[in-house]
Nanobody, 125 residues
Framework: QVQLVESGGGLVHAGGPLRLSCAAS????????MAWFRQGPGQDREYVAH????????YYADSVKGRFTISRDNAKNTVYLQMNSLKPEDTAVYYC??????????????????WGQGTQVTVSS
Protein backbone atom coordinates (compact mmCIF):
# COMPACT_ATOMS: atom_id res chain seq x y z
CA GLN A 1 0.00 0.00 0.00
CA VAL A 2 1.16 3.51 -0.79
CA GLN A 3 0.08 6.76 0.84
CA LEU A 4 0.47 10.10 -0.93
CA VAL A 5 0.24 13.43 0.84
CA GLU A 6 0.29 16.71 -1.07
CA SER A 7 1.23 20.06 0.41
CA GLY A 8 2.11 23.56 -0.72
CA GLY A 9 -1.17 24.77 -2.14
CA GLY A 10 -2.53 28.21 -1.40
CA LEU A 11 -3.54 31.58 -2.79
CA VAL A 12 -1.20 33.38 -5.15
CA HIS A 13 -1.46 36.38 -7.45
CA ALA A 14 -1.33 35.88 -11.20
CA GLY A 15 2.25 35.71 -12.40
CA GLY A 16 3.52 34.37 -9.11
CA PRO A 17 5.12 31.04 -8.25
CA LEU A 18 4.07 28.16 -6.06
CA ARG A 19 5.66 24.81 -5.33
CA LEU A 20 3.69 21.70 -4.53
CA SER A 21 5.11 18.64 -2.83
CA CYS A 22 3.88 15.07 -2.75
CA ALA A 23 5.37 12.78 -0.13
CA ALA A 24 4.96 9.06 -0.64
CA SER A 25 5.14 6.44 2.06
CA UNK A 26 4.55 2.73 2.26
CA UNK A 27 6.13 0.59 -0.42
CA UNK A 28 9.44 1.24 -2.14
CA UNK A 29 8.60 2.89 -5.42
CA UNK A 30 11.84 3.78 -7.13
CA UNK A 31 10.69 2.04 -10.30
CA UNK A 32 7.28 3.72 -10.54
CA UNK A 33 6.06 6.87 -12.25
CA MET A 34 4.29 9.72 -10.55
CA ALA A 35 2.11 12.46 -11.93
CA TRP A 36 0.25 15.62 -11.11
CA PHE A 37 -3.34 16.12 -12.15
CA ARG A 38 -5.72 18.97 -11.43
CA GLN A 39 -9.44 19.44 -11.29
CA GLY A 40 -11.21 22.76 -11.49
CA PRO A 41 -14.80 23.38 -10.37
CA GLY A 42 -17.19 21.44 -12.59
CA GLN A 43 -14.37 20.09 -14.71
CA ASP A 44 -12.87 16.69 -15.35
CA ARG A 45 -9.58 15.74 -13.82
CA GLU A 46 -6.84 17.04 -16.10
CA TYR A 47 -3.34 15.73 -16.63
CA VAL A 48 -0.57 18.18 -15.77
CA ALA A 49 2.77 16.34 -15.81
CA HIS A 50 4.47 13.09 -14.95
CA UNK A 51 7.93 11.80 -14.21
CA UNK A 52 9.38 8.35 -14.45
CA UNK A 53 11.50 7.37 -11.49
CA UNK A 54 14.05 5.17 -13.23
CA UNK A 55 15.11 7.54 -15.98
CA UNK A 56 13.77 10.87 -14.74
CA UNK A 57 11.97 11.55 -18.02
CA UNK A 58 9.44 14.32 -17.65
CA TYR A 59 6.34 15.10 -19.66
CA TYR A 60 3.92 18.01 -19.56
CA ALA A 61 0.51 19.04 -20.77
CA ASP A 62 0.71 21.76 -23.40
CA SER A 63 -1.17 24.14 -21.11
CA VAL A 64 1.66 24.15 -18.56
CA LYS A 65 4.74 23.47 -20.68
CA GLY A 66 7.41 26.07 -20.07
CA ARG A 67 5.80 27.25 -16.84
CA PHE A 68 5.68 24.14 -14.64
CA THR A 69 8.50 21.78 -13.73
CA ILE A 70 8.09 18.34 -12.20
CA SER A 71 10.97 16.82 -10.30
CA ARG A 72 11.59 14.11 -7.78
CA ASP A 73 13.84 13.27 -4.87
CA ASN A 74 14.05 9.50 -4.58
CA ALA A 75 15.86 9.67 -1.26
CA LYS A 76 12.94 11.61 0.21
CA ASN A 77 10.26 9.73 -1.74
CA THR A 78 8.90 13.09 -2.79
CA VAL A 79 7.74 14.60 -6.06
CA TYR A 80 7.55 18.34 -6.61
CA LEU A 81 5.68 20.59 -8.99
CA GLN A 82 7.23 24.01 -9.38
CA MET A 83 4.64 26.31 -10.90
CA ASN A 84 5.74 29.66 -12.29
CA SER A 85 3.88 32.40 -14.15
CA LEU A 86 0.62 31.18 -12.70
CA LYS A 87 -2.61 32.16 -14.39
CA PRO A 88 -6.17 32.32 -13.02
CA GLU A 89 -7.03 29.34 -15.20
CA ASP A 90 -4.53 27.27 -13.21
CA THR A 91 -6.91 27.47 -10.26
CA ALA A 92 -7.83 23.92 -9.27
CA VAL A 93 -7.35 21.17 -6.75
CA TYR A 94 -4.04 19.53 -7.56
CA TYR A 95 -3.58 15.82 -7.00
CA CYS A 96 -0.53 13.65 -7.14
CA UNK A 97 -0.84 10.09 -8.33
CA UNK A 98 1.34 7.01 -8.58
CA UNK A 99 1.27 4.19 -11.07
CA UNK A 100 2.86 0.93 -10.02
CA UNK A 101 3.66 -0.42 -13.48
CA UNK A 102 4.48 0.71 -16.99
CA UNK A 103 1.59 2.44 -18.69
CA UNK A 104 0.70 3.13 -22.30
CA UNK A 105 -0.84 6.45 -21.45
CA UNK A 106 0.34 8.26 -18.36
CA UNK A 107 -2.09 11.11 -19.07
CA UNK A 108 -5.12 8.98 -18.24
CA UNK A 109 -6.28 9.20 -14.61
CA UNK A 110 -7.55 5.60 -14.76
CA UNK A 111 -3.97 4.37 -15.21
CA UNK A 112 -3.01 5.39 -11.69
CA UNK A 113 -3.19 3.14 -8.67
CA UNK A 114 -2.85 5.62 -5.81
CA TRP A 115 -3.96 9.20 -5.27
CA GLY A 116 -3.38 11.89 -2.73
CA GLN A 117 -6.13 13.89 -1.09
CA GLY A 118 -5.45 17.00 -3.16
CA THR A 119 -4.31 20.51 -2.39
CA GLN A 120 -6.11 23.68 -3.46
CA VAL A 121 -4.33 26.20 -5.67
CA THR A 122 -6.08 29.51 -6.24
CA VAL A 123 -4.65 32.12 -8.58
CA SER A 124 -6.15 35.58 -8.29
CA SER A 125 -6.17 38.02 -11.20
Amino acid sequence: QVQLVESGGGLVHAGGPLRLSCAASGRTFSSYAMAWFRQGPGQDREYVAHIRWSAAFTYYADSVKGRFTISRDNAKNTVYLQMNSLKPEDTAVYYCALVARNSRNYARPNEYDYWGQGTQVTVSS
